[in-house]
């Protein structure tokens, strides 16, 4: 059971790995742990997320405590009812962007509040695995709950739009289709692979691997669509496809979304470490405090509730709003750049073109050896820069940057350098490489 338990959520492939015994214990040691006594639990659509459904909530009531049922769900809508209804706690059943073959579990306390490695997944690991939770002398009960109409509330509330725009959705046979049920008609949308399918017939969902996007950037081109939209497995990340067919990168989307939240007024707002200069000079010009954040979202959403944040944006994909329980909300996202689209009166292309001002090498992971001499090195050769360690190393100077940060689970250490021009780009990615696999 122990390989199961990652940084961030429990992933395994199923039956092997993860089962409905494996799910019955994990039930009665989250609330052996947590002593929640309402629980909002909602699935994906795997074939094999029913039967882990099963054990998980007969563990959990079995522990003595309520499940709420919400049925199929995206993620946000998860984290959107856990707050909504009051709950002690939430599990999401979903491997997420993984393959078919895998399943999982993403657990929070109230008001969404991510349980990690660091705050607690290991210690719930410690007593699934010997079966220590106490007996409770009461049981559970489970009770349904559909909470896609009080979503999609939530995200019309927030539209400012002028017209139906045109746009592409690739639903990747997955959870998108219910994260924007509540909002499909105040669009003209253009579907790929619109119906539920937890083997993935036509490609993984996961919309960081840019080839799955192939498919999206080609319909938006054919039909003149104003932007597309591509969710992974459990809708809490996006990829986003300007009206040229063109990926925005997901640093540079968080800089657009910003545009329309401080369009409201003033407002703090943070973004992940590796994304471009370009994202914190953006929230600055327009009126807002830029702070820099960490990797991960138990870190993020952390730090969003310490400096009062209303949004944060993560190179990845996920982009975390304050109003949902300062959690994801994909849905949001596509309002958010559909009010700046109406707004603006440009499209997308134009929108995003200022932000093109850097060039980055992308993220670059290297094996290594030893993580530890490396960083020392680093910390040796770069520190006439400005040099920090919020996450890893970074160290800035006029025209150039870098961070360099070690995997949590693997011997890994991830690059990732931005300069003004590529050629100067291009000879630090090289120079800083040489050090760390050298």
């Known amino acids: 059971m122990s390989g199961i338990f990652k940084a961030y959520d429990i992933r395994g492939i199923y039956p092997a790995e993860i089962n409905a015994d494996v799910a019955y214990a994990i039930g009665r040691a989250f609330i052996a742990f947590t002593g929640a006594k309402k629980v909002v639990v909602a699935r994906d659509m795997r074939p094999h997320s029913e039967p882990l459904f099963s054990g998980l909530s007969r563990g959990i009531t079995d522990q003595g405590a309520d499940v709420i049922d919400l049925g199929l769900a995206s993620t946000p809508q998860s984290y959107f ?75 019309r509330s927030f539209a400012k739009l002028d017209r139906k725009l045109k746009v592409v959705v690739d639903y990747a046979n997955a959870m998108g289709l219910y994260e924007i049920a509540g909002i499909r008609e105040l669009f003209d949308i253009v579907p790929l692979y619109d119906t539920l399918d937890g083997t993935f017939p036509n490609h993984e969902a996961n919309p960081l691997h840019t080839d799955t996007l192939n498919a ?42 910003a545009q329309d939240i401080l369009s409201r007024g003033p407002a703090t707002i943070l973004y992940d470490l590796r994304s471009s200069r370009a994202v914190k000079e953006c929230i600055e010009a327009n009126g807002g405090k830029a702070i820099q954040c960490r990797v991960g979202h138990a870190f993020i959403k952390n730090q969003m509730r ?113 300069a003004d021009t590529p050629e100067l780009m291009a000879a630090k990615r090289d120079e800083l490489l040489k050090i760390i696999r050298n």
């Open 81 to 155: 009812a856990n707050g909504r209804l009051k709950a002690d706690g939430s599990v999401m059943i979903t491997a997420s962007h993984n393959p078919g073959e895998w399943n999982g579990m993403k657990l929070c306390r109230a008001d969404a509040v991510p349980i990690s490695g660091v705050t607690g997944i290991m210690d719930i690991q410690k007593i699934a695995e010997a079966r220590s939770w106490p007996e409770s002398p009461v049981k559970g009960r489970i009770s349904g709950y559909d909470i896609r109409d009080e979503y999609g509330a939530f995200l």
């Open 216 to 257: 999206i950037r080609a319909k938006v081109r054919e039909v003149k669509a104003d932007f597309g939209a591509a969710f992974d497995g459990d809708a809490d990340r996006c990829g986003f496809i300007d009206d040229l067919g063109e990926i925005i990168p997901m640093d540079l989307f968080t800089a657009l979304i």
């Open 306 to 418: 310490e400096n009062d944040a209303v949004f944060a944006g993560e190179l990845s994909g996920h982009y975390y709003f304050k109003q949902n329980c300062t959690a994801e909300s994909q849905g949001l996202a596509m309002i958010m750049l559909a009010n700046l689209i109406c707004a603006k009166k440009r499209p997308v292309h134009e929108l995003v073109a200022p932000l093109r001002k850097y060039f980055s090498s992308g993220e670059i992971n290297s094996k290594v050896a030893d993580v530890a001499p490396i960083l020392d090195a680093l910390r040796r050769k770069y520190a006439d820069g400005h040099m920090f360690e919020l996450d890893g190393i970074s160290s800035e100077y006029d025209r150039w940057w870098f961070n360099v940060r070690a995997s949590n689970t693997e011997p890994l250490l991830r690059l990732i350098v931005e």
